[in-house]
């Protein structure tokens, strides 16, 4: 026997041809075939009397072949053949579509698998995959489903998965053996058998438990090792008196609040640990910027300097304005640092900050420039975290003199334990509490017909002194859609609508000036419908604004349609959420229906994992973070539970995975994280 390391094209029915199609999936070697896992399976296993059949089904039937088979070539010279079959309980008709010889014999019992439909009063199936009775190759088996490329058939690479699992007692054990004992996990060549070629649903589950702990325990272990990591300790920032800042807010910190401000305060003041590096993570509106604010003025109140990065130049803007509000009276001075301001004033700032001039600057990527510099920066906040990737982070870190206490803050609400293993270089704190007198926004998912009754109703909230968002998933109209594209539909709005009541325009390919000029003129209530893409998606705090429509929302995940809600309901008038979509779609209206019956942040994320996976829930691959293959975030938070305590007693134990027992772990770990 071979070595799994060979490469695939020994295996029998490959060669040189098929490898290079099987290079596209990035299967180079026969290990590497045994971990290109189904996507999915078919249930082939249970067989179904004929008489219980209906039309829409794919399913498994034992059958006797009732007669000859019969052919004819339709006038464009389609060759189809016709069978009649029939079990103990009733009979129906097989089609086949250019197969010349068919291998059934009259009188044989054979297994059939296909998609049962209606001809008439007839029930056929249409090119079933059979074999005879039995045999359990095609049907009578739980049938793997894998991902493809043109050239390649599903049956040839079962064929040689099949071939390949011969290798799979020769594959090394990636987990220790303690770990397989104690939570009650399949030995790895066993679980390759089952994975791809599982007698039972139940073995399939075993097996599929199996390599999503592995992944998910390598994911752990990961971020395990980069918290053990830190060691350098930071700027020792002593607790001052907070009462002159809370003195000066409008109103009393919510519980969740002072919690998290307390955890941020004790972090920063233990000289005997690492510096802080704590995640903010709360729902729309829980108040996570006033928590931000509490640390920096307890680090400026010692002397030293913070920078808040934020991802677009709108929140970085609002952010400044808001922040320079607060901290005026107190005394300290907040700065604003982007590519849109006029490069006199740019240079102005970036000589007031190098010259300790400015207490905290406000920015967005232009505060990683190398000519930024900083008098003594002690405190590094970063604003919605899950759209600045690890090294971003850590470049605007570096420009402190000493290691800076760094501040994550996240509106993107994703359960405790998957945000533990996903930011596991952070430590956490959760504002779980929305501040009082918020009124929950009343969110409604009406068909097209009601499109004028919703910008009617648009309409009298902004006559009635309000104002109100309307976003698009588009810039420009593009052929072959329906989509709405802001450009165009605000256009139409204005002639249809709203032809005498301000309305403006907002986009990310706009200039930063006329973007900040558009945000203004609706913060300053000149503009009273604002027509948007997502721009407005994070940040953006107009409370006058208590109504939001938003076209072709199948388009958009739970969570985002939940943010995008976050921009109204932030003052005491009553607000709305109207999500407009033509789909009829069944999963699209079950998606709707989530968002409209729940406001909590969390709950809707938790869906919005359950029925998009991970992928889209993240958007683009948060830096620094490797796939999964198997594990599915939304469902198995219970084994990410367990998983996240295996690796962290093993990283407790031998935190350099130093042990012999561990060498392989050390070097999976390398592989996946792309460490040198």
């Keep these: 026997m071979g070595n799994p390391e060979q490469k695939v094209r020994y295996l029998k029915g490959v060669g040189e041809s098929r490898e290079r199609l099987l290079a ?4 180079f070697t026969v290990a590497d075939l045994l971990n290109h896992f189904p996507r999915r399976y078919e249930d082939r296993s249970v067989f179904f009397p004929i008489a219980m059949l209906h039309p829409g089904q794919s399913v498994s039937i034992r059958a006797r072949v009732c007669g000859p088979v019969s052919a004819h070539r339709t006038p464009g010279g389609r060759l189809i053949s016709q069978v009649a079959v029939s079990d103990d ?12 010889y068919l291998k059934l014999s009259e009188g044989g019992s054979y297994d059939f698998f296909g998609r049962c439909e209606q001809y008439g009063t007839y029930l056929c199936m249409a090119n079933p995959v059979y074999e005879p009775a039995g045999a359990t190759k095609k049907a ?32 090394p054990e990636t987990l220790p053996d303690d770990i397989l004992t104690r939570w009650n996990l399949l030995p790895i060549a066993q679980a390759y058998r089952k994975i791809h ?5 139940q073995e399939l589950e075993q097996a599929r438990r199996r390599f999503a702990f592995e992944e998910l325990f390598y994911l752990s272990l990961g971020f395990a090792g980069i918290r053990n990591g830190r060691s350098e300790p930071g700027a020792c920032i002593p607790v001052p008196d907070m009462q002159p800042f809370y003195h000066t807010l409008p109103f009393s910190p919510t519980g969740a609040q002072t919690r998290a401000i307390d955890e941020i305060l004790k972090d920063m003041a233990n000289p005997a640990t690492p510096a802080m590096r704590r995640m903010v993570q709360g729902d729309v509106g829980s108040g996570k910027t006033l928590v931000a604010a ?18 677009t130049e709108i929140l970085a803007s609002q952010h400044y304005h808001d922040l320079s509000a607060l901290f005026s009276p107190l005394g300290i001075r907040v700065g604003l640092l982007s590519a849109g301001i006029p490069a006199a004033q740019r240079r102005k700032t970036i000589e007031q900050l190098a010259a300790g001039k400015i207490d905290l600057i406000v920015g967005t990527h232009a505060l990683l420039s190398e000519n930024t510099k900083f008098h003594a920066l002690r405190l590094v906040i970063t604003d919605e975290q899950h759209r600045f990737g690890v090294r971003q982070r850590t470049l605007l870190h570096q420009k402190a003199d000493m290691l800076a206490h760094m501040l994550v803050m996240s509106a993107t609400p994703i359960p405790r334990t998957l945000a533990m293993v996903l930011y596991g270089d952070l430590d956490l704190s959760v504002i779980d509490e929305l501040p009082p007198g918020r009124i929950p926004v009343d969110t409604r998912a009406p068909g097209e017909d009601k499109r004028d009754a919703v910008y009617g109703f648009l309409r009298k909230q902004v006559l009635a002194g309000r104002q109100g968002y309307v976003v698009c998933p588009m810039i420009e ?12 539909f605000s256009n139409e709005l204005r002639e249809k609508y709203f032809f005498d009541i301000p309305t403006g325009l907002l986009h990310g390919r706009m200039a930063a000036r006329d973007k900040d000029a558009v945000m203004q003129r609706f913060v300053n209530g000149e503009i009273k419908v604002l027509v948007s893409t997502t721009v407005i998606e994070v940040g953006v705090n107009v409370p006058n604004a208590n109504m939001i429509v938003i076209e072709n929302a199948e388009r958009f995940g739970l969570s985002q349609l939940h943010q995008l809600r976050g921009r109204v309901g932030r003052s005491t008038y009553r607000s709305y959420c109207v999500l407009l979509s033509a789909s009829q779609s069944e999963s699209t209206r079950e998606r709707l229906k989530v968002i409209c019956s729940s406001n909590d942040g969390f709950a809707i994320a938790r869906e919005d994992l359950r029925m998009r996976g991970p992928g889209e829930f993240f958007g683009e691959r948060q830096s620094g973070i490797p796939g999964l293959k198997i594990a599915d975030l939304g469902a198995d938070m219970q084994l990410l539970s367990e998983a996240d305590a ?6 407790s134990a031998d935190p350099l995975l130093s042990q012999p027992e561990h060498q392989f772990l050390q070097k999976k770990l390398k592989t996946m994280f792309e460490i040198s």
């Design 24 to 27: 596209k999936l990035g299967i």
């Design 89 to 100: 309980t009733a009979s129906m008709l097989l089609y086949f579509f250019n197969v010349p």
């Design 140 to 171: 009578g088996r739980i049938w793997p489903i894998y991902d493809l490329t043109a050239g390649l058939s599903n049956t040839g690479l079962v064929r040689w998965i099949d071939e390949a699992l011969c290798y799979a007692d020769m594959m």
């Design 197 to 201: 070629n599982p007698e039972t649903t």
């Design 294 to 311: 509490a640390a920096v003025y307890a680090v400026v109140r010692s002397g030293f300097q913070a920078a808040m990065m934020a991802p």
């Design 477 to 488: 109209d593009e052929d072959h859609t329906n989509l709405k594209a802001v450009e165009s």
């Design 646 to 651: 295996a690796a962290k007693a093993v990283a």
